[in-house]
């Protein structure tokens, strides 16, 4: 290094330069696992937010040897449909960044519209602001993000809360990683008028539908999380449910299998109850194909029945 | 003569990284913080006047800090302080204070004695300051 003729090639780049240094990524590792043990398939995701993890693993100990001093643009998109673990995996996302220390605090203020956008003129600034403020040192999620663009409004002050946003995302970098989530044709259209935000977001993530097997995983965890089981019967009954329920509309995946199997639990309840006598604890934690195959999703007219959007 | 209010006010001026150091431990322990502003130094002068309105819910200093560039650039000659407010049930009071922002120059008080019934004196304290009117004091 202190020769009086550096060895430098023709990209400028040190040749003789013999520092080195250990990518450090036990943490990092350990939030990854931990994503792949909580988050059913994904694949395409996982694999992404691995490979962001490790450029900003690389491009830490870059930095560390002054190799880069241009902090990367951290901002991401998450897009997809209902109840494919945008929401969960923000917080991870979260977490990886704060063992990277790109954010100083693993928090996530999580907002829709309501907490950005005023209802009268000169309101909305110092709101956007304010959940901006509360956010700085972590990440900022705003969930279905397309709403804050309302073309049809051009009284609207969700642009206002947009240009903020913009400002802040540019000028805040080291305090702030803003994350916006939504359906994907939605966001798709949010984008092409708000080019600014598209340019500014580095990581564009697309959440996939799960498939019906990842579905039944789902559906395995869950309920082992709050202490049941599926009999054999019942899985297989599940696992049909699951194929119908799939054909029809509002079918919002996980979230969709969470809000069924709340409903076979009361059915068991009610079933349990109405059996009475001693039981024993097997009884008490199995679901079984009963309780399934009472769903509407079974029965012919379920066509005529009027299903709540359950988002 | 510089004013000595608050904590730090002995010190030589907290630097900016100390500012922010000081407010991480304000909100470490779930205070809110909020800045203020004024150009009457008198000590008695409790209530200043608050520049937005107090942050709650603030995890990083990062925000404040944002909020007191912002006051220094509107008010570069007046007095700034930052303060915490715990609101916790038995402090419901100011747990933090201090002076971030003061003008270059501080001209100090004057003692003045007032003559009343039967030779005595009344002492009273007023700032060289406050003789211009509030805004072109410093």
């Not at chain 1, 403020?133 to 073309?151: N, Q, T």
């Not at chain 2, 916790?88 to 747990?95: A, D, I, M, Q, V």
């Amino acid at each position: 290094m202190s020769t009086a003729q550096p060895y430098v090639d023709e990209n400028g780049v040190d040749t003789q330069d013999e520092r080195r240094i250990t990518l450090e990524c036990d943490g990092v590792r350990h939030v990854l696992d931990k994503v792949n043990r909580e988050l059913v398939g994904l694949a395409p995701v996982k694999a992404r937010i691995g490979q962001i993890a490790a450029l900003l693993m690389v491009d830490r100990a870059r930095r560390e040897l002054g190799l880069t001093t241009e902090p990367p643009t951290l901002h991401m998109s998450f897009t997809g449909n209902p109840g494919t673990g945008k929401t969960t995996m923000a917080l991870r996302m979260a977490e990886i960044l704060h063992e990277l220390s790109y954010v100083r605090s693993s928090h996530v203020i999580s907002v829709t519209r309501d907490d950005l956008v005023g209802q009268y003129i000169g309101h909305t600034a110092p709101k956007t602001k304010e959940v901006i403020k509360r956010a700085m040192g972590g990440v900022l999620f705003i969930d279905e993000a397309y709403y804050l663009y309302r073309p049809e409004n051009e009284r609207d002050y969700g642009q206002e809360a947009i240009e903020i946003l913009l400002q802040a995302m540019e000028s805040d970098r080291d305090d702030l990683v803003v994350i916006v989530a939504g359906y994907k044709d939605r966001m798709e259209r949010f984008f092409q008028s708000n080019p600014g935000l598209h340019s500014r977001i580095a990581h564009h993530l697309e959440f996939p539908n799960y498939s019906a097997d990842e579905l039944l995983t789902v559906g395995d965890l869950l309920l082992e999380e709050q202490g049941y089981h599926f009999t054999e019967a019942g899985r297989k009954a599940f696992a049909d449910y699951l194929e119908r329920r799939m054909q029809q509309p509002h079918f919002s995946n996980a979230r969709s299998v969470r809000n069924a199997l709340d409903r076979f639990r009361l059915r068991q309840a009610m079933r349990l109850v109405e059996q009475g006598g001693s039981l024993s604890a097997e009884e008490l934690t199995a679901i079984d194909a009963q309780e399934v195959l009472a769903s509407t999703v079974f029965s012919k007219e379920s066509e005529s029945l009027p299903h709540l959007p359950s988002r | 003569m510089r004013i000595t209010q608050g904590q730090f006010s002995f010190l030589p001026p907290l630097t900016d990284d100390q500012i922010k150091t000081q407010v991480k431990w304000a909100l470490d322990h779930g205070w809110a913080v909020s800045v203020e502003y004024t150009d009457d130094p008198h000590p008695r002068n409790t209530y200043w006047e608050m520049y937005g309105h107090p942050m709650f819910d603030l995890r990083d200093p990062a925000g404040v800090m944002q909020e007191i560039v912002e006051c220094r650039q509107a008010f570069p000659t007046h007095y700034i302080r930052v303060m915490a407010f715990d609101s916790s049930k038995g402090w419901e009071t100011p747990r933090m204070s201090f002076i971030v922002n003061r003008p270059d120059n501080e001209p100090g008080f004057r003692l003045e004695r007032q003559a009343v019934e039967g030779r005595s004196l009344r002492y009273t304290m007023t700032s060289y300051a406050v003789d211009r009117p509030e805004g072109d004091r410093y």
